[in-house]
């Protein structure tokens, strides 16, 4: 079967997705492009009974003339014959209601000389929206052919396919002519490059005073002064002038072939917009669905979230007791199998949290929260966008980080993803509720609030500061070559297609169990190999230590306790246990012993695994919060006496555990969203930097 | 001259003058352009952002970039 590329072309929010889930169904998957954190989604559809097509759902742009790094990897595949996903046919693909303003990237497509298709998608709207079309018209005056389709009804992608295949027979001409900007300039290009597409040449020319790193592999400029000769003011008023004379043709065709009854429905989305946007009721629904979503990624989600720790805890047990014995099946059942587990714990928040997001973008609700909360969070260099990541980085940052993905601007979207992991995650909970319950003590404060209450409060509130903080920070510290503007657009509302919906939760859940899930993987099991095995004898041959030590002692212990004491010997000499002596000296002056050294270590994992860990070492039998909280209470400072859970020391873990990077699911997400190893380090090493310095001052200050 | 930050809110008016040095291009190709109509159709607290109309468009711009778009008033 003979296989093209098509390309789809479009502005954002005009139903480019929607065509191309219509096209190609589940059949696609998304990735990036090289080197770069752009989207990149493509995905293989059936044309006719001798044809594939390899469809490519290229970036939302406006125009040809790149701003931004998405725009910029349109510009450069169109431009680049000897890519190999280099189309064969463009389909531009327009909601009816903003056709004007897609035909403007229709027209400087057509002058590359590319094939082009238009497809007008919601085509079952124009009634309702009083719009006729006169597509002869049309076809004529763009010289192209028109697909009239709609992804909601799933209609017209008959007739979109066979003009698809018959892409041979489409006009190379060029519909609007942009060299009457400058008549002499563009005929002095073409003396210059006589094999060259004029408009593209003027593209490569243009693109230095928009984007400035176009890549010209296939344009061969050779540093030409004939190319020279107009200052970057000049050429930004030719590119105006080119715009002026391209919508100047826009509108005549379209008074020609397009008729709109201006009585027809309008109201919607002033009377939305007058209660969404509201100066006070706007806020308090914004807040209520914060709310909501919160209130999902970290309750509902809870329940089936225990049913995978279950499943994968007697998954394991299983395992154990039916294969047998030996390195093989503790690698299988203590390693990887939990190590798996932790990467599908993540799913249930992550499909939630996007099955929100995604219906907030496609209503065209999200728009209004950017128009809502500008003000306020341009200050801290974050976009309006970054109001939902930040939230729900309260319930788990893994989703969260890839929540971010819906901000377009890079700086603003690098700066959500690194100040996330300062919002207090669910998983810092159990570490938080124990360690107060130690040292904070359960009094109330004039008779109203509870101490403890108020210290897991205010730890909230530090979370969150520091995400606002450090954003403000970045924001100063961090260089753009480009100023940034911001010119958003606010789309219709628009009820959201479920299968949209759907394929968004499955891609993003896709995406971070082959993305992420890879690394945080690989991690646990190095974590559990450094836990299960140990340098020397008093590791592999840890039973008759213990019976030793038991039988020298004269203790009377059940065999549960045994085994418990046995596990214990085992952590402490594993090398886990020596690596949390070696770095005692480190801790010490923040008040940690070599055990919640093997504690913090371990907790890598997940901040929650700190509890567990320290029960191990105590040889607490069961996770049972109270046998270990009451044991924790007992352990005594080997250095200086007294408890070794008091205020200083449990201040500065609890300092420690709000600043530290304690995670290496975020750090493998961060790497996965960022594309480079650069942005999660930096999160490590200056989180956890800081987390140091303010448990040592605490502590130091508090003993 | 006014610029587009001095409408009132529901106010129409006609783009004259654009400073193409400091306005974005995407905002022209958005429709933004000398003789075209634009109407504040909303404005944020001390009106930043702004939520307008521009031929058939329906966008929000900073108020920095508003003023950068000259206008003339249309009396109704």
Known sequence: MRQINVALVGNPNTGKTSVFNALTGLNQKVGNYPGITVEKKEGVAKISRTLKAHILDLPGTYSLNASSLDENVVVELLLNKNDKDYPDVVVVVSDIENLKRNLLVFTQLKDLGLPCILAINMADRMDRKGISIDILKLEERLKTKVALVS?????????????????????????????????????????????????????????????????????????????KTKSISELKRLQQKEIIVRYTFINDTLK????????????????????????????????????????????????????????????????????????????????????????????????????????LEETGYMSRVVFLTDRIMKKFGLSGKSIVPLVSGTACAIPAVMASRNI??????????????????????????????????????LGLFNYQGLVLLLLYFIGFGMAVFSAWLLHKVMKTSRKTYFVIEMPN???????????????????????AGKIILAISIILWVLASYGPNEKF???EDFVKQEVKSQNLDLSQEELETKISSYKLRHSFIGYMGKGIEPVVQPLGYDWKIGIAVISSFAAREVFVGTLATIYSVGSENEDTIKERMSKEVNPVIGGKMFNLASGISLLLFYAFAMQCMSTLAVVKRETNTWKWPMLQLVLMTGFAYIVSLIAYQLLK | MKSIADLKRGQKATIVDISAETIP??????????????????????????????NDTHLAIRKETAKAVLVKILED
């Open chain 1, 408 to 445: 377009e601007n890079w700086k603003e979207r690098l700066i959500t993803i690194l100040v996330i992991p300062f919002t207090t995650c669910s998983a810092r909970l159990p570490v938080y509720l124990i360690i107060i319950a130690l040292v904070i003590p359960d009094e109330t404060f």
């Open chain 1, 540 to 542: 592999s041959q840890a």
């Open chain 2, 25 to 54: 291009l995407k905002l022209l190709e958005m429709g933004c352009l000398p003789g075209n109509e634009v109407e504040v159709i909303k404005m944020a607290q001390i009106k930043d952002p702004l939520y307008l109309n521009i």
């Open chain 1, 151 to 227: 992804a909601r009804k799933n209609t017209g992608f008959d007739q979109l396919k066979e003009l698809i295949s018959s892409y041979k027979q489409l006009s190379p001409e060029s519909c609007c002519d942009a060299s009457v900007i400058d008549k002499q300039y563009f005929h002095e290009l073409k003396d210059t490059f006589p094999n060259q597409n004029i408009y593209k040449l003027w593209l490569v020319i243009t693109q230095d005073a928009n984007f400035g790193n176009l890549d010209r592999k296939d344009v061969e400029l050779k540093k030409n002064q004939a190319l």
């Open chain 1, 256 to 359: 020609l072939a397009l008729k709109k009854d201006i009585n027809a429905a309008k109201g919607l989305r002033a009377s939305f917009d007058r209660i969404l946007m509201h100066r006070v009721w706007g806020y308090v629904i914004f807040a209520f669905i914060l709310l909501l979503i919160f209130q999902v990624i970290y309750e509902w989600s809870a329940v089936p979230m225990d049913f995978i720790d279950e499943s994968f805890a007697s998954l394991s047990e299983w395992l154990k007791s039916t294969l047998p014995d030996g390195q093989f099946t503790r690698l299988i059942a203590e390693g990887i199998i939990p190590g798996i587990g932790g990467i599908v714990i993540f799913i249930p928040q992550i499909a939630f949290l996007f099955l929100f997001i995604s219906i």
């Open chain 1, 493 to 515: 509302y628009k009820l959201p297609i479920p299968k949209n919906v759907l394929i968004t939760v499955v891609d993003k859940t896709k995406s971070f169990v082959f993305g």
